[in-house]
Structure formats: structure tokens, C-alpha cells
């Protein structure tokens, strides 16, 4: 899992679950990769789910973002908005705060996928490979995740 950039993988969905996240719907997607590795994928509310969870069936899935898992708060300033702690931000943070929130709320703690804007979905061949791409944007510095601002 390249944490920080976007990446290109070829998966197969094992399991679906939704979560609600403030009254917004977030899905994980746990997938499969041909070298046989588990990860989850998270899809932010308002964002298409873009694969089923049809078991055997596989999609390539272009420009997913790699994130580590949201780090506990430890020793940050609190939160200035709601004095709530606070914690590094990640990856998954520049896509929607609703992700780090579900992924937490899920007790995920290993890095996972996020599906963005950007991300597409087609039907694997033998000439797709697995790709890194771009680093994403900087995480924030500072994320109080009880009233979801972005503190620095
Ligand atoms: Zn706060």
C-alpha cells in the first residue's frame, strides 16, 4: 500500500459494510489483490461505491489513495474550536474527514484505500498492471475528529 500517493490495483470485493458517519453513509469495501494481500477501501459519503461486492469478480480500480490509519491523539494541542484532542492528520483526511471518522468508528488500524473523485473503475485485462502514481496532497498537521475541523 503506497501511503501518501495514488495507486492502481487490480482487486476482488471479500466484503461490504456501511457505517454512518454523522448521519452520512460511508462503505468498506474489504478487497482482495492478486498477490493475494487484504486491504480495506473506503468509500466517503456522497461518493460512488463504484464496485459491488459480487464475490469472484474482479476490477481494476485506478488512482485510489493510500493512507495510513488515523494516528490516536497523543499530546497534541487541543482542539481551539471544541477543546476535543487532537491527532496528525492522514491521506484519507484530504479526501473527506468523514473517512478518517468511519475508519476509526470501524477500528481499522492498518493503512486502506480511499476512493476519491478522482478514482475509476473498469474491467481488468491481462495488459493492466498494478501502478503507483502521484503523491496526494499533504495531510493536515492537526485533525480534532469530535467537531471535524481541520486545526493547522
Ligand atoms: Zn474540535
Do not use: K, N
Request: with cysteine.
Amino acid at each position: 500500500m503506497p501511503v501518501g500517493r495514488l495507486f492502481d490495483r487490480q482487486v476482488t470485493p471479500i466484503t461490504r459494510r456501511g457505517v454512518d458517519v454523522e448521519g452520512r453513509r460511508a462503505v468498506r469495501i474489504a478487497v482482495r489483490d492478486r498477490a493475494d494481500g487484504d486491504f480495506p477501501v473506503l468509500v466517503p459519503p456522497d461518493v460512488s461505491p463504484l464496485i459491488t461486492a459480487e464475490p469472484g469478480r474482479w476490477y481494476h480500480l485506478a488512482d485510489l489513495v493510500g493512507s495510513a490509519a488515523p494516528a490516536p491523539p497523543v499530546g497534541e494541542a487541543p482542539c481551539p474550536d471544541c477543546g476535543g484532542p487532537t491527532r496528525s492528520g492522514c491521506a484519507g483526511d484530504t479526501v473527506d474527514p468523514a473517512v478518517s471518522r468511519a475508519v476509526i468508528r470501524l477500528g481499522i488500524v492498518e493503512p486502506f484505500a480511499v476512493v476519491s473523485s478522482r478514482t475509476t473503475v473498469t474491467r481488468p485485462d491481462e495488459t493492466t498492471d498494478d501502478r503507483t502514481g502521484s503523491p496526494v496532497d499533504d495531510p493536515p498537521a492537526s485533525v480534532c475528529d469530535a467537531c471535524v475541523s481541520v486545526v493547522a
